[in-house]
């Protein structure tokens, strides 16, 4: 039996059933690609590199040809895609690629998001029909493939030379339901039911229902962004809780996400921005296109995801799931602010500081290590699953919040962050996204950075910049505890007296030029400032950036393209 289905937050997901398999397999003979490089998250190319003829599945078979022995037959396969421009082709592809190598076996799989399945392959697509697609492969813990992993996924596509598929009649994904061709069954699954029955499970829904009905002036609004979270909001917002349709917006998944771009952030859910500060809306919440991130944003308040992670940890002992589990561990990605870390001092627990990207979370989280984690590109999310996860970090804030109001009526998103701030101090942080960067400048610039870190340790380290001056610096370098896998270049660290912060790296999931991400991180105690600007605040941290970086004079760029 192959199992495909949506793997965690997309809004359908595809079980096949293979009883007796009578169908014709074959072999087609492919020449390698030389640019199926997995990055940060997956493969991410323009739609049009995924199209060109045996592109997709090429990755598809080098994918399976890397599983370890006893290699990917009779294995079983997880597909989710959250139906996007060229998902159904790809799904498509996927099923006669699985067919092919016979992926065919277990009986009785449960159903549950992003579990317990031996090799999940999630499809991810950032923007519209004209820009990127992606494919990520997760491993039986169901989280994204460690690098170990993509690496030899990339080593199998440069030398392919045959893919085995099978003839498979296309299927219809959008009908719920069993499917049937001659002997090969099709179950198509509601995805929305299993989780909404996982985290009724992790949360105190009596609890957030009880708080709604006793303050019905407190409003909420979310934003599904067109991508695939609006089914689990209605699911959850109307049925569950009992709220009004106008609580939800844009939750109708569309191919094109209505023509917007489904990034959670001030940018580009502004719509949403805009009406929680015109319309006085306490609680606005927004999830990407995949629905692995969110964005928690309160009239007048921002929660930054650095700020976000540390909130719900400082608070997880409201959370019902955490009662049961305790809390193991907490860990951040290198460039997400160090508020987190705060707060795990404070409570006594292990903080880990890993690379870019939540593949490095899962060893932790297999190991009982770690249990609540988040990065800076909105990122939320804990061991329940082995990938981040936007509703549930909606639903974290929806039971911090109603269980805070027990003792003190009136607490709101702002409240909450200030009272933080109180306890820990704030961390100020912003990161600054130069896109479609010319390749060779911005490895130029990143060369410059890597010289002054190299000549460090008598040059650059006590050299003064403004106010700040550097007492150290690194190209960061991740030794996994667990495994003990090294992970070396992962972003230049400029350390400040003062504890300050400058991250500069490439981003690994772009599909077009280089993105240079530049990531400003200030921390303070002084309580006039906790209501201070963001940009206001790390104005002389961004100057000191761009001076030590030149990034003006590698990239002739003069502003950032995204600042969050
Ligand atoms: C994806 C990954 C995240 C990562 C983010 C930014 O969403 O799942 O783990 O933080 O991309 O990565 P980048 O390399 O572009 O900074």
């Not at 400048?441 to 006590?462: C, E, P, Q």
């Not at 550097?470 to 370098?477: I, K, P, T, W």
Request: glycine share 10%; with cysteine; proline share 4%.
């Amino acid at each position: 039996m192959v199992v495909i289905l949506r793997g965690g937050l997309i809004n359908e997901f595809w079980k096949f059933m293979m009883q007796q398999v009578t169908m014709k397999f074959g072999w087609i003979s492919t020449k390698p690609f030389n640019d199926q490089k997995p990055g940060t998250s997956g493969l991410r190319k323009r739609v049009k590199v995924f199209q060109q003829e045996n592109y997709t599945l090429n990755f598809i078979q080098a994918t399976l040809n890397a599983m370890p022995a006893p290699g990917a037959k009779g294995s079983t396969l997880v597909v989710g895609g959250d139906g996007r421009y060229y998902s159904k082709e790809a799904v498509n592809i996927i099923i006669r690629v699985a067919a092919g190598n016979q992926l065919l076996q277990t009986s009785s799989a449960s159903v549950k998001p992003m579990a317990g399945f031996s090799s999940p392959l999630l499809i991810t697509q950032e923007v519209g029909p004209d820009h990127d697609f992606g494919i990520k492969f997760n491993v039986s813990n169901g989280g994204p493939a460690p690098e170990s992993v993509t690496n030899l996924i990339y080593e199998h596509s440069k030398k392919i030379e045959q893919v085995f598929a099978c003839e498979v009649p296309e299927i219809d994904l959008s009908t719920i339901g069993t499917q049937t061709f001659g002997d090969f069954t099709v179950e198509i699954v509601d995805s929305v039911h299993d989780y909404v029955i996982l985290l009724k499970e992790i949360f105190d829904f009596e609890l957030i229902r009880g708080f709604l009905v006793k303050n019905p002036d407190f409003k909420l609004l979310f934003d599904g962004l067109h991508g695939v979270t609006g089914p689990y909001a209605e699911r959850i917002f109307i049925e569950e809780l009992g709220l009004p349709r106008s609580t939800i917006q844009n939750y109708v998944p569309l191919p094109d996400f209505g023509g917007g771009h489904p990034d959670p952030n001030l940018t580009y859910a502004n719509s949403l921005v805009e009406r929680v500060e015109r319309e006085n809306i306490n609680f606005g919440a927004a999830s990407d296109g995949d629905g692995d991130r969110n964005m928690i944003y309160g009239k007048g308040a921002f929660v930054t995801p650095s700020d976000s992670v540390a909130v719900i940890a400082a608070h997880a002992e409201v959370i019902p799931y955490f009662q049961k589990t305790g809390v193991k561990g907490l860990a951040r990605s290198m460039p997400t602010s160090a508020a987190i870390d705060l707060v795990a001092k404070k409570k006594g627990l292990e903080i880990f500081e890993v690379p870019t990207g939540w593949k490095f979370f899962g060893n932790l989280m297999d190991a009982g290590r770690l249990s609540i984690c988040g990065e800076e590109s909105f990122g939320t999310g804990s061991d329940h699953i082995r990938e981040k996860d936007g509703i549930w970090a909606v639903a974290a804030w929806l039971n911090i919040i109603a269980a805070t109001n027990e003792k003190k009526p009136g607490t709101g998103i702002k409240e909450i962050l200030l009272e933080h701030y109180q306890t820990y101090g704030r961390n100020f942080f912003s990161r600054y996204d130069y896109e479609e960067v010319n390749g060779e400048d911005a490895n130029k610039m990143i060369a410059h950075l890597r010289h002054l870190v190299d000549s460090g340790k008598d040059r650059f380290v006590g050299k003064t910049f403004g106010q700040f001056t550097v007492s150290s610096a690194d190209d960061f370098e991740y030794r996994d505890p667990i495994d003990n896998s090294v992970s070396k270049n992962q972003g230049i660290r400029i350390i400040f007296t003062d504890g300050s912060r400058i991250v500069v790296r490439l981003s690994g999931t772009g599909s077009q030029g280089a993105t240079i991400r530049l990531y400003m991180e200030k921390y303070s105690r002084n309580a006039s400032e906790y209501e201070s600007d963001t940009q206001e605040a790390l104005k002389p941290l961004i100057d000191v950036a761009l001076e030590i970086s030149e990034l003006r004079k590698f990239t002739g760029r003069e502003k950032p393209t995204v600042i969050t």
